[in-house]
């Protein structure tokens, strides 16, 4: 008898089971999510077009065959993943190259729908754009020839510096100078390669960019006998993927990625694969993952519990 209603009490449960997973089906067949905006166009379309840089390792660059790849690059075919599963449809992924001049402009145009760089989150980049949560932490500054003696910015005193153009760097830099009273010639490029190039022509006697760039270029040219990074941080700054602003659905996806890679410690994984495993030149970083950082991607994968 006792074993007759427990076997009725399993089938009852079971049918319980079924009956609510069949309900929920029935439910999001009767009521499909309305989607709007970019989460929209990439359904109606089957396409989601992302912008990637081409020169600026560890973060989106080109390997040896030419195809984009990187730290950015691959939390972004994280959120493609994501979207997709979202959709529940297949997705295909068009890489658009950007430049730091117009990378906010692609984005907010609709020409890029997520933007896979090293981009600073800026308050005033936020009146335009919307960012993923932090990526990298990181801050500006000096690359010299092996030869100098320019150790801060105050040694540059009378000398002249190089940024990239569409960068923060281009922003503060000159505030910078500014502040310490600093009498600093201030050129530009195009991109992170014109910049060192015109550092290593002569032209400039310091580049001015975030430490990790600074790093990844000397990695990728081998050329860590003839430039070194120096002086502290000058500024800080925190790294995000970028999208169009007012898009709380992708927003939201973006975000539900995020927790997902912190929370079972996948971004820890892809960390270790760019900035300590070997880049697809055979160069390492080895630039380990701070405190700061480790503490952050904890907090990030507790959002969603």
Same mark, same amino acid.
Request: aromatic share 10%.
């Given at each position: 008898?006792?074993?007759?209603?427990?076997?009725?009490?399993?089938?009852?449960?079971?049918?319980?089971?079924?009956?609510?997973?069949?309900?929920?089906?029935?439910?999001?067949?009767?009521?499909?999510?309305?989607?709007?905006?970019?989460?929209?166009?990439?359904?109606?379309?089957?396409? =989601?077009?992302?912008?990637? $840089?081409?020169? %600026?390792?560890?973060?989106?660059?080109? #390997? !040896?065959? /030419? &195809?984009? +790849?990187?730290?950015?690059?691959?939390?972004?075919?994280?959120?493609?993943?994501?979207?997709?599963?979202?959709?529940?449809?297949?997705?295909?992924?068009?890489?658009?190259?950007?430049?730091?001049?117009?990378?906010?402009?692609?984005?907010?145009?609709?020409?890029?729908?997520?933007?896979?760089?090293?981009?600073?989150?800026?308050?005033?980049?936020?009146?335009?754009?919307?960012?993923?949560?932090?990526?990298?932490?990181?801050? =500006?500054?000096?690359?010299? $020839?092996?030869? %100098?003696?320019?150790?801060?910015?105050? #040694? !540059?005193? /009378? &000398?002249? +510096?190089?940024?990239?153009?569409?960068?923060?760097?281009?922003?503060?830099?000159?505030?910078?100078?500014?502040?310490?009273?600093?009498?600093?010639?201030?050129?530009?490029?195009?991109?992170?390669?014109?910049?060192?190039?015109?550092?290593?022509?002569?032209?400039?006697?310091?580049?001015?960019?975030?430490?990790?760039?600074?790093?990844?270029?000397?990695?990728?040219?081998?050329?860590?006998?003839?430039?070194?990074?120096?002086?502290?941080?000058?500024?800080?700054?925190?790294?995000?993927?970028?999208?169009?602003?007012? #898009?709380?659905?992708?927003?939201? +996806?973006?975000?539900?990625?995020?927790?997902?890679?912190?929370?079972?410690?996948?971004?820890?994984?892809?960390?270790?694969?760019?900035?300590?495993?070997?880049?697809?030149?055979?160069?390492?970083?080895?630039?380990?993952?701070?405190?700061?950082?480790?503490?952050?991607?904890?907090?990030?994968?507790?959002?969603?519990?």
């Amino acid at each position: 008898m006792l074993k007759n209603g427990f076997l009725a009490t399993l089938v009852c449960a079971m049918w319980l089971s079924v009956t609510a997973d069949a309900s929920a089906l029935d439910i999001k067949q009767l009521f499909p999510t309305q989607y709007t905006g970019t989460l929209k166009k990439i359904k109606d379309s089957g396409i =989601i077009r992302i912008g990637h $840089r081409e020169n %600026s390792p560890p973060f989106a660059f080109l #390997d !040896l065959k /030419g &195809k984009p +790849v990187g730290y950015s690059l691959d939390l972004c075919n994280a959120v493609v993943e994501e979207i997709a599963d979202e959709l529940n449809k297949e997705i295909r992924v068009e890489y658009l190259p950007v430049t730091p001049e117009n990378r906010l402009d692609l984005v907010t145009s609709g020409t890029v729908d997520l933007e896979c760089g090293s981009t600073t989150n800026t308050f005033e980049r936020r009146k335009r754009v919307a960012f993923s949560p932090t990526i990298f932490v990181t801050g =500006i500054k000096l690359l010299v $020839r092996q030869p %100098s003696k320019v150790r801060s910015l105050r #040694d !540059l005193q /009378g &000398k002249t +510096v190089v940024f990239t153009r569409g960068t923060v760097h281009a922003e503060w830099m000159p505030k910078l100078a500014e502040r310490q009273k600093l009498a600093i010639t201030f050129v530009s490029g195009a991109d992170h390669d014109e910049s060192f190039g015109i550092l290593a022509s002569g032209k400039a006697d310091a580049f001015a960019n975030d430490d990790v760039q600074l790093y990844g270029m000397i990695a990728e040219t081998r050329t860590n006998k003839q430039y070194r990074v120096v002086g502290d941080f000058l500024t800080y700054a925190d790294y995000a993927l970028m999208f169009r602003k007012d #898009d709380p659905q992708f927003a939201e +996806v973006v975000e539900r990625t995020f927790t997902k890679l912190s929370g079972t410690r996948t971004i820890s994984a892809i960390y270790h694969k760019w900035f300590i495993g070997p880049l697809p030149s055979g160069v390492r970083l080895n630039m380990p993952m701070s405190p700061h950082m480790e503490e952050l991607f904890k907090v990030q994968g507790l959002q969603g519990d």
